[in-house]
């Protein structure tokens, strides 16, 4: 009988071990992969981006105050998931804005951040804050504008500036063609659902360096809604 039970310990013992292997070993080849370490990186280690919150800025110049999160850095393999848990610290309301400055980053996280913004009733606008908490002048690039595209309205800081270029397929095995395609319909579905011109995803398809959208090229565009003079 206590032969019997040794034995069933043993398997009961052999068969956690070959479980608690299989699922180690899963792990290290999810981890092994490039994307998904660098998700675990930025979840957990070493964020891309970061945050500041202001409670009273005059984002538009009329005097009002609002609460705005301002957002800098590059966007990462998590940065989705990142301004959400932000947004949720940060108690914002319908109105109160998100100020970017980022050169881009990574397209799949930059179209779900877009979402999250116009999800919440957020504007959104380029711009830095200096030590007295008053908004100046940033610049805003690549997948950062698809975050930009998110707001309602999208104030357009006088100074500040918006960069597009061609998107490029990076997934490795694909036909870049195809991939191209793909992408460039995708965001172009995304611009036409967050109200602004097919023509900024034609500005983007001319180009692979970045070009520079002028305040009043970004307004016919509709990309800016709301143009913002400084003093």
């Not at 036409?192 to 360096?209: C, F, H, K, L, N």
Request: a positive charge; proline letters at 3%; glycine letters at 10%.
């Amino acid at each position: 009988m206590a032969a019997g039970k040794r034995r069933r310990s043993i398997w009961s013992v052999a068969i956690f071990v070959i479980l608690v292997s299989t699922i180690a070993i899963r792990a290290y080849r999810d981890l092994s992969r490039p994307e998904a370490w660098d998700y675990w990186k930025e979840s957990w280690l070493s964020p891309s981006m970061t945050s500041s919150l202001i409670a009273k800025a005059d984002l538009d110049g009329t005097g009002r105050a609002r609460t705005v999160l301002a957002v800098s850095g590059t966007i990462g393999a998590a940065s989705a998931s990142w301004l959400r848990e932000r947004l949720e610290e940060a108690h914002l309301r319908d109105g109160d804005a998100i100020l970017l400055s980022s050169p881009g980053g990574n397209l799949d996280q930059a179209l779900i951040m877009g979402e999250i913004i116009r999800s919440r009733s957020l504007a959104t606008a380029v711009g830095v804050t200096d030590a007295s908490g008053r908004v100046t002048r940033s610049f805003c690039a690549s997948a950062c504008v698809l975050v930009y595209a998110g707001g309602k309205p999208r104030y357009g800081i006088e100074g500040s500036a918006l960069g597009v270029h061609r998107f490029v397929a990076t997934m490795p095995g694909r036909d870049p063609v195809a991939e191209a395609q793909r992408t460039t319909g995708m965001v172009l579905s995304y611009m036409t659902r967050m109200g602004i011109s097919s023509s900024v995803v034609e500005a983007m398809s001319e180009t692979r360096d970045v070009r520079w959208l002028g305040s009043r090229e970004a307004s016919t565009m509709n990309l800016i809604t709301d143009p913002v003079g400084r003093p």
